[in-house]
């Protein structure tokens, strides 16, 4: 056994952070074996996506969702063991993107679209994303959004859908949304 191998077989045996963190890598680089080339236009949104809210194809270049991710696998926030795989596994998928042939766009890892998602608003608003309308077959420059049926049932209880159109009306995205307040009475006698 090398000194090499001896440090990390004892580092694997006393110390708990150098065994989480071996695990961590062996699992990052098992995801990263899995994923498909990354070209320099990523797909992250579409119908096929998770909730099939979009009806319509959201791309960006994966130099930008490469500066995101950089900034996102720092942030202080602690979540499941598989989301910090694939948010590990980000910059590193992004950092590789290749040119493709042609205009095809690649599909977003398994597990990274739940991710995005909360930022897809944003983008689009900025202009950072291109939005694709299937029915005008065109990209669409101004994406508008508004919340629809809404009801207020009581102070505890809203709900509302909310729904993007391009500028021929058509749906681009379709969400039920609700929320709900709890008030918690205090009672001090
Ligand atoms: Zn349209």
């Given amino acids: 056994m090398s000194q090499r191998t001896m440090r990390h077989t004892l580092k694997l045996l006393f110390n708990r952070d150098y065994r989480i963190r071996s ?32 009806n319509c194809i959201i791309t960006m270049p994966a130099s930008s969702l490469l500066v995101w991710s950089l900034m996102y696998v720092d942030e202080p926030i602690i979540m499941s063991w598989y989301d910090e795989v694939v948010r590990q596994s980000l910059p590193i998928w992004l950092r590789q993107a290749g040119r493709s042939n042609g205009e095809k766009a690649t599909e977003l890892p398994i597990g990274a679209f739940k991710i995005i998602d909360r930022r897809m608003v944003e983008w689009v608003k900025s202009g950072a994303a291109r939005v694709w309308c299937y029915s005008c077959k065109q990209s669409v420059t101004d994406v508008s ?45």
């Avoid at 990263?32 to 320099?40: I, R, S, T, V, W």
């Fill in 145 to 189: 959004m508004s919340k629809e049926d809404k009801n207020r049932v009581d102070k505890s209880y809203t709900s509302w859908t909310d729904i993007w159109r391009c500028d021929a009306g058509h749906t681009l995205y379709k969400a039920k949304s609700e929320m709900r307040i709890t008030y918690i009475s205090q009672n001090f006698d």
């Fill in 23 to 54: 695990r961590m890598n062996r699992d990052i680089q098992a995801y990263l074996d899995a994923l498909p080339a990354c070209f320099e236009t990523v797909q992250i949104a579409g119908p096929s996506y998770d909730k099939h809210q979009y």
